[in-house]
């Protein structure tokens, strides 16, 4: 895919998107992909791998709740990558990482991922530009032994807010009591960051896209779930999965 | 390296080499290993990987006991692979490997490994030509990444023995009884598929080459013991390692 500038990329749906008739379809694809990932679990032949990635406050929670909450939680497992532990700093920055990756019959989702390792360090400048590219390189070469070795499909998604909705985001962490255990204290001074950020998500689409990323416009909660949960579906109808049949 | 026929390759030492002075040699540079191995753990900046490959009976466990058995074990690993279990399976061959790379400071020793994956699996046909070659690719991905992004050195020992060497040695399995725990029926079976075996290492020696093998002369523990301990402690040596100071 050409080069991707976010800031001219659309943070909510197109006109054409009416929410209640959308928020209907969103119920439907959720009930086939309930469907479609028992046959996944049942036949135990593909796996699944969802990176979600995003600026603080994106809905990287709510889309993992409201897309894969309803589905069978022993064939759906999430991981959500924190900042690395002394052990894991101890191995190169794959390693922690390989140890989720789906096993057959699996969905896995990250919630955060290795690209953690070419954004917020670079953001940072823990992480210099030379290194950040033989880290591209081995992200690539990582998802390519998931997906040539274990038939693993791997869909990348960016959810793209705007600046001023994660301000009014983070504002209501602050206010909401339901809310404010989100809160960190970091996240007024990482949303100063915002350009970096986005270069450094630019420069990761361009670079980091042996598994294509979809950017999915995030304002909106309904638009970003039907995105989202569209294209699991499509991509485990792909699999034209059957049912096996008795073991001989 | 130019390509290796094992039949050509000597199983025995040099004629110059004498087998006390080599001895003699042999222990010197095991006190010179345990000082480097101990600046290792307190420098914490390298790790290295040993992997050690060989026909049943080429002596792997001999070698290592007698190389690194006097070393200190708490920065000293040994991971036996066996036949993958069902969840290693529903995983690319890879991920249990990853599982056991060596964190910085450790010396990780590997007991069979992925190799493996290219060799028994290919010699029984469960393994074709084209899955061999994605695999070699994926290992060298997988060796540069940690060379790259751990500060791991890997060092991969074939042990070479003659196939009338191994005979005399599964006989001795048979009749001394204290070395009967270690045979097996299939030994047997799998020694005359000597040329079948030879054929995959060469193979795997002329592809997997990013970190490159060793052929073990193998059929006099002496000798064998004293090359691995030669190159395990030039490896370390290099490392040009040095005590850190207090913590600031």
Known sequence: ?????????DTRAPKSFDKTETKEKLEKILLELDDLQNLLYAESKHSLLVVIQGMDASGKDG????????????????KSFKAPTAEELSQDFLWRIH????????????????????????????????TAKKRMQAINDFEKLLMAHNNTSILKFYLHVSPEEQQERLQERIKDKTKQ?????????????????????????????????????????????????????????????????LKK
């Open 1 to 9: 895919m050409g080069k991707i500038i976010l800031k001219e990329t």
């Open 63 to 78: 889309a993992i709740r409201n897309v894969f909450g309803k589905l069978n939680p022993q064939g759906v497992m999430v």
């Open 99 to 130: 140890a989720h990756a789906p096993a057959k019959g699996m969905i896995q989702i990250f919630n955060r991922s290795h690209y953690e390792d070419i954004l917020v360090t670079r953001v940072h400048k823990w992480c210099d530009d030379k």
């Open 181 to 245: 255990w989100k809160y960190n204290e970091n996240d007024f001074a990482e949303a100063k960051l915002w350009d970096d950020y986005m270069k450094m998500y630019e420069d990761c689409f361009e670079n980091c896209n042996d598994a294509p990323w979809t950017i999915v416009p995030a304002d909106q909660n309904w638009y970003k779930e039907f995105i989202i949960a569209s294209a699991v579906k499509d991509t485990l109808k792909n699999f034209n999965m059957q049912f096996p049949g």
